[in-house]
């Protein structure tokens, strides 16, 4: 497959101009990210005044957006005020009115719960490798009994959601098929189901997703975003709450030459895809969290400009699930750091996601995250 040429970053002071043809389908070239986001009682009054919006119904307001459009070889970014952008799309009349307008009321809406848990603040996610090779800990809780133990001290951190995995997907790793993961994931799912934990099960496997569920597992996070043969079914007629994850290529190679055009819009773009594939085989949006998978298939350039626009993403009308927890990335930018020593950067970037709202942080370290998440409530929250 031919490599897709990287489109040219153009920041302009001004809103693009007279760009879309009467009765043009903008979802690939026009996109608006929300910025110019804040909280407490000035945000209150910024809505009040109609200068700000809700968040995806969240604690945070946003009063500015970043309006991107794809032009030929390059992306148009400029930033402007809501309402100014707002007057901006209305006088450029259909079909940008109509798109922009139904993108922000997207971005605003408030998110139903998922998998039982509000979204009124971030949740947090607990990893549980169930590997041998995990890149992160190195088979620590490869056990069934090692792994269910870290569960509950997850749970007793303040964990909302155990994510119990059965196979590595680290860059270059190998695949591990369905039988044997079921056979490394089942105890640990049941047990910490009967436990009373909210389980996701991290696999991409549809054998392993039935088997999960079966077993008390209420969320199914996979990294190709139900794109194997069987997934769609297995979480369609379950109707399970799902993580999707965008990946390109595959686990083994798929760090090799990542390329895009412009990443943040791309991934947005096969994100909106598996998003309409799941809704046409029975799956509602309200079932569906995204996740712009940073790390897998992309370079530090590609992951620092997803970071960057996150908010972008709220436009899919999803909670968004941000995994940067220990990640190679942190190393591209601090130096060679082993997994265990990251934690530092892995709260940076976690912190760059709450501020652009991210609901639902996937980490290693529970118990410093959600101290982490309470002091950043406590900051945005204060009048």
Known sequence: MRSPTPLRHLASPTLPRRFADPGEDLARRLYVAPTGITAGAAAEAAIAAGTAWPLAGGPLMFTQLNVLLRDGDRVIEATAPLAAVIDWAEAEGEPVVSHVSRLIHRIGAKRPEFAGLSLDRPRIMGIINATPDSFSDGGEFFSAEAAIAHGIALMEAGADILDVGGESTRPGSAPVAPDEEIRRVLPVVRALAERGATVSI????????????????????????????????????????????????????????????????????????????????????????????????????????????????HGLGCPVLLGVSRKSFITRICGDIPAKQRLPGSLAAAQAGLDQWMQILRVHDVAETVQAVAVWRAIRSAD
């Open 202 to 313: 991290d696999t991409r496997h549809a054998q392993t997703m039935a088997a999960a569920l079966a077993a008390g597992a209420c969320i199914v996070n996979d990294i190709t975003a139900l794109a194997a043969p069987g997934a769609m079914q297995v979480v369609a007629e379950r109707q399970a709450p799902v993580v999707l994850m965008h990946m390109q290529g595959e686990p083994r190679s798929m760090q090799a030459t990542p390329a895009y055009g412009f990443a943040p819009l791309d991934v947005y773009d096969e994100l909106a895809a598996r998003v309409a594939a799941c809704e046409a085989a029975g799956l509602p949006r309200s079932l569906i969290c995204v996740d712009p998978g940073i790390g897998f298939g992309k370079n530090l350039d590609h992951n620092l400009s997803i970071l960057a626009r996150l908010g972008l993403y």
